[in-house]
């Protein structure tokens, strides 16, 4: 299994770009989980879905944050426009739910750097 | 008041020694909890999980639960040098058998077990 893949893993932009990051879930997961991890605030759900559907986007910043889910092998996280404050590494994660274990498997991570 | 608090550390123990991780919660309807180790510069993974009071053990590593304290730990027995690592309590509101829920991350006490 390849496990949760996100691209880039590393991505540098200027302020004001617009920045898309990927995430491929655990094939046959039906559940998706974006995070943002930084020294300051740690480790914060940003949005999650469930069979594609967003159950929980909460944790989205505010409306320069987007998710979208358009089929259960691939998820966007999209910033426009991006801050230096946006600065974090991005993880996703992927669970099935039915074990009951929630058991939670995050990709690598993107570590995204605003100038 | 933090939902999930843990202190910080860094906590140092000799090798071989236990190490003790403490997690409190304020969510009283708080149903799962899990802990998760994170190596410098790698994402989180799973290492335990725990929904009934008591102790549950895997290995070196023991959780343990008080619902009524709101109060949740991770003991490491024989600490090795790759125990170093950051050790993140997470909690959830969902039950065993509900779908996949938000989970709450503390923000992690660092290890470090000296040689």
């Known amino acids: 299994d390849a496990g949760v893949i996100q691209s880039p893993r590393h991505e540098v932009t200027e302020m004001g770009q617009e920045v898309t990051l990927r995430c491929k879930p655990i094939?046959?997961?039906?559940?998706l989980f974006w995070y943002r991890q930084t020294m300051m605030r740690g480790l914060e759900l940003l949005i999650y879905?469930?069979?594609?559907?967003?159950?929980?986007d909460s944790g989205m910043p505010e409306d320069r944050f987007s998710a979208k889910m358009p089929n259960a092998s691939f998820s966007t996280l999209k910033i426009q426009p991006s801050e230096p404050r946006d600065s974090a590494v991005y993880f996703c994660?992927?669970?099935?739910?039915?074990?009951?274990?929630?058991?939670?498997?995050f990709g690598p991570g993107t570590r995204l750097t605003v100038l | 008041q933090k939902e999930v608090e843990q202190n910080s550390g860094p906590l140092s123990v000799p090798e071989g020694a236990i190490a003790s991780l403490n997690c409190t919660y304020s969510d009283r309807g708080s149903q799962s909890f899990f802990w998760y180790r994170q190596y410098s510069g790698k994402s989180p993974e799973l290492i335990m999980f725990?929904?009934?009071?008591g102790d549950k053990e895997d290995g070196r590593f023991t959780a343990q639960l008080n619902k009524a304290s709101q109060y949740v730990s991770l003991l490491i027995r024989d600490s090795q040098p790759s125990d170093s690592a950051t050790y993140l309590c997470?909690?959830?509101?969902?039950?065993?058998?509900?779908?996949?829920?938000?989970?709450?991350f503390g923000d992690g006490t660092t290890l470090t077990v000296k040689p």
């Open positions: 994660a992927s669970s099935l739910a039915s074990t009951g274990t929630d058991t939670q498997y």
């Open positions: 725990i929904y009934s009071n």
């Open positions: 094939s046959g997961h039906n559940s």
């Open positions: 879905f469930n069979n594609n559907v967003p159950i929980d």
């Open positions: 997470a909690v959830r509101r969902g039950t065993v058998n509900t779908n996949a829920g938000k989970s709450t």
